[in-house]
Structure formats: C-alpha cells, structure tokens
C-alpha cells in the first residue's frame, strides 16, 4: 500500500518568506509526527498528533513554526519569516495508535534558506 | 528533560567485522525502537523492544533492552556492506506519545 508522502521535495526559500510542508500519513494511522533532521544529525521531535485529542507542541523551537492536523489525516507544518538556521530535512511518520507502535517515516522535504 | 545518549557517533569497520552501537536514556523508558537511515533515504523501523532484559535476533543483528530499561544495544554479527548507513534508538519516558531519538551511529563499511 501507499506510505507516507511529502511535498514538496525540496523548497528553496528567501530569509524571511514564510513556507509550508505538507505530509499524508498512512491511511488509517491515527498518529503523526514531524521532525527536524540537520545534516549529519538525529531526529529533532518537533509536534505530535494523535487522534482527536490536542497536538504535543513541546517540540517547536520557536511560535514561527505552527501545524495542523485536518479531518485527522493531513497535516501541514508551517514556518514563518524563515532564518538560515531553519535549513534542514524535515521529517513526517504516521503510526497506528501512539507510543508502542513503529512509526513509518515519508521521505522528507529538504528545505533551504538563502 | 528525557534524554537519549547514543555511541558511538561514527563506526567504520572492515567487512565481516562486529558492530555494536550502545544507547542510554537518563530515565527508564516503556519501550524503545530502533531505527536504520540509508545514505539519502529516511529511518525504517527495525524492532522494538518492552520487556525488561528483552534479547531479540534479526538475522546478524541482536537487539538488547537493559535488565533496568535504562538501556540498549544493537550489535551486527560479520557486517556487510548492505549494513552501512545511520542507526538510531528511540525511547519513550510512557508518559507522552512521543519518541525520544538518540543522535544515531553512523556505520560505515569497507569492503
């Protein structure tokens, strides 16, 4: 079956311009998760999601980075008046249920600030 | 915060040697999973384990959970070089949903 899409790909943006970064998670999967990966580095947990109940923000660096969660499918990481260091892959995965299941991970979008 | 420490950051070994990754959390975690990152590609899933002192196999790789599930290892037996890439530990504190990542080891293999 299908597993968790991204897009874009790769963003090229200007400092300052605001982005967004789409994610489809497995059909059915209850959970999802964004991260950060630098290059050359681990996972930076940024926002969870899991069913009807309110999102985990603990992760966001910073309020210029937002996300939802729409009919609990589709979710949309947003990040406002980008900086340099905002430069890197980010990460989506889906589960079925939450903490002891494996999460499936899409492909990412790369994004870069100039 | 919870944390999860990962070692070594960087293996290279000579095909057909060991490799052993080791992964510490600074609280007791409910579970952990591991993770393999290929060159370019995004983590996979590898195996979780739960149970206190869980020993599990895959082919050339053991999965330990430490007796007090504060720790783990991964551990390849006569690596190939299908093995090389990044792998990861993620644990969970089992009070919130999300999983804590270990910053990886990076395995490389000479043929």
């Known amino acids: 079956g299908a597993g968790v899409s991204q897009s874009p790909s790769n963003k090229v943006t200007e400092k300052g311009k605001d982005v967004e970064l789409r994610c489809d998670p497995i059909?059915?999967?209850?959970?999802l998760y964004w991260y950060r990966q630098s290059l050359g580095q681990g996972l930076e947990f940024l926002i969870y999601f899991q069913g009807n109940s309110a999102p985990d923000k603990s992760g966001l660096p910073s309020d210029r980075f937002s996300a939802e969660r729409t009919g609990g499918s589709v979710s949309t990481l947003t990040i406002q008046r980008t900086q340099q260091e905002d430069s890197a892959v980010y990460l989506c995965?889906?589960?079925?249920?939450?903490?002891?299941?494996?999460?499936?991970f899409g492909p990412g979008t790369r994004l870069t600030v100039t | 915060g919870q944390q999860v420490m990962q070692i070594p950051q960087y293996q290279h070994v000579q095909e057909g040697e060991d490799f052993t990754t080791y992964c510490n959390s600074s609280t007791t975690l409910s579970n952990i999973q591991w993770y393999k990152q290929r060159p370019g590609g995004h983590p996979v899933f590898l195996i979780q384990?739960?149970?206190?002192?869980e020993v599990k196999k895959q082919k050339r790789l053991t999965f330990q959970f430490g007796e007090a599930k504060k720790n783990s290892s991964l551990h390849i037996t006569a690596t190939q070089t299908t093995d090389v890439g990044t792998y990861f530990c993620a644990g969970n504190g089992g009070s919130q949903g999300n999983l804590i990542f270990g910053k990886g080891t990076k395995l490389s293999v000479k043929p």
């Open positions: 995965a889906s589960s079925f249920g939450t903490i002891l299941r494996e999460q499936y």
């Open positions: 059909s059915g999967h209850t959970a």
């Open positions: 384990l739960v149970k206190s002192g």
